[in-house]
């Protein structure tokens, strides 16, 4: 059984940091390309950062410089480092996993920025 479990959201102050963890079970993890994606209520749900298996990442332009997004396929687990946070950042953070016509969606977690 294929599992992603987010952990790490919360409520954050603008200029804050945050750190997400995805660990994911049931999957050869190193195969698979990595990635974050946020939905804000009334949006679509969008890209934030993805890693590839050879460790190549891309981020969305709103992100850029501000958040890192990294593996450990020792521990099957994928980080989003968050830094400078800001009050569009919140939004509910799911993790994905994709390797071919597979694709596996974790259950989300929060992430709220305000004052």
Same mark, same amino acid.
């Given at each position: @059984?294929? @599992?992603?479990? #987010?952990?790490? !959201? ?5 200029g804050g940091s =945050? ?5 994911a079970?049931? *999957?050869i /993890? %190193?195969?698979?390309?990595m990635?974050?994606?946020?939905q804000a209520?009334?949006?679509q %749900?969008e890209?934030?950062a993805? *890693?590839?298996a050879? !460790? $190549?990442t891309?981020?969305?332009d709103?992100?850029?410089? %501000? /958040?890192? *997004? $990294? %593996?450990?396929?020792?521990?099957n687990?994928?980080? =989003? @480092? ?6 569009e950042?919140?939004?509910?953070y799911y993790c994905n996993?994709?390797? !071919?016509s597979f #694709?596996?969606?974790g259950?989300g977690?929060q992430v709220t920025v $305000? $004052?």
């Amino acid at each position: @059984q294929v @599992q992603l479990v #987010e952990s790490g !959201g919360g409520l954050v102050q603008p200029g804050g940091s =945050l750190r997400l963890s995805c660990a994911a079970s049931g *999957i050869i /993890f %190193r195969m698979y390309t990595m990635g974050w994606y946020r939905q804000a209520p009334g949006k679509q %749900r969008e890209l934030v950062a993805v *890693i590839r298996a050879g !460790g $190549s990442t891309n981020y969305a332009d709103s992100v850029k410089g %501000r /958040f890192t *997004i $990294s %593996r450990d396929n020792a521990k099957n687990t994928v980080y =989003l @480092q968050m830094n400078s946070l800001k009050l569009e950042d919140t939004a509910a953070y799911y993790c994905n996993a994709v390797t !071919g016509s597979f #694709e596996h969606w974790g259950q989300g977690t929060q992430v709220t920025v $305000s $004052s």
